[in-house]
């Protein structure tokens, strides 16, 4: 999570980006009823939640008919307290949206959808965000603006070819690397890089996954290179 310093909106957006499942809220037809589903999900680069939905699952029926639909994103695992911990609901519209880039970091974050992501009745999903309601702790209760949230990218589609190659360079000739910084988190290695954006990095070790924020955000690919060889996962100039 971020500093003391942060505003609500990074607070809210560090939270959804370290998390890879989501409860779903979807109005259920004909009266709305809300319906409440598990669904794993993933970031786009500024943030907004990428879901990969089946056709025929309930909560892609429900939002056939009316798009709206709010995420709970949980940040209060292992707490003895649970209501001491973060939370974050998003309200948004979830929209069908068939950009690479969303595909590419949906299947890193979960490699197991591979199985099923070309599936006829499945289609990735981004989610707009409208807005999101912060609770960070007792006494810690905010409104966020969708706008608020989101942090600013330029090129989403430049983005992505220099992930990829970043994501596999540094499996492949920093994975030491890649161990240390995990290793004061988490304990013991096995930990593979999923994805990077100018914020930070993901990781994942099994059914684990483990969020690296930058102590600064990076503003562009140029600068992205550098917070990673700041941290010693790759080197300071381009291959």
């Known amino acids: 999570m971020p500093d003391d310093d942060a505003t609500p909106g990074d607070t809210g957006r560090h939270l959804l980006r370290a998390r890879d499942k989501a409860a779903l809220a979807s109005s259920l037809p004909p009266d709305g009823h809300p319906y409440a589903s598990l669904v794993l999900v993933a970031a786009d680069y500024d943030g907004s939640p990428i879901l990969l ?5 309930e909560h892609a029926r429900n939002i056939t008919a009316d798009d709206r639909v709010s995420l709970l994103f949980d940040g209060t695992d292992g707490l003895a307290s649970a209501l001491t911990g973060p939370r974050l609901s998003l ?6 949206d068939g950009r690479s880039h969303l595909r590419q970091r949906f299947l890193a974050r979960h490699p197991d959808a591979a199985g099923y992501a070309d599936f006829g009745d499945f289609a990735v999903h981004r989610i707009a965000a409208e807005r999101a309601h912060l609770v960070a ?3 810690r209760i905010e409104w966020i603006d969708g706008a608020d949230l989101l942090y600013p990218v330029g090129d989403c589609a430049g983005m992505a070819p220099l992930e990829a190659a970043l994501v596999a360079e540094i499996n492949d000739d920093h994975a030491a690397a890649v ?3 995990a290793a004061p988190r988490s304990g013991g290695g096995g930990w593979m890089m999923t994805g990077c954006d100018l914020e930070g990095c993901d990781l994942r070790r099994g059914g684990e996954t483990l969020r690296l924020p930058f102590n600064t ?3 562009d690919g140029d600068s992205l290179r550098r917070r990673l060889a700041e941290l010693g996962l790759v080197g300071s100039t381009a291959r």
């Open 137 to 139: 702790g007792f006494g």
């Open 179 to 181: 161990q240390n910084l």
């Open 217 to 219: 955000p990076a503003s």
């Open 91 to 96: 309200q948004g519209r979830a929209r069908r």
């Open 53 to 57: 939905i089946s056709d025929l699952a």
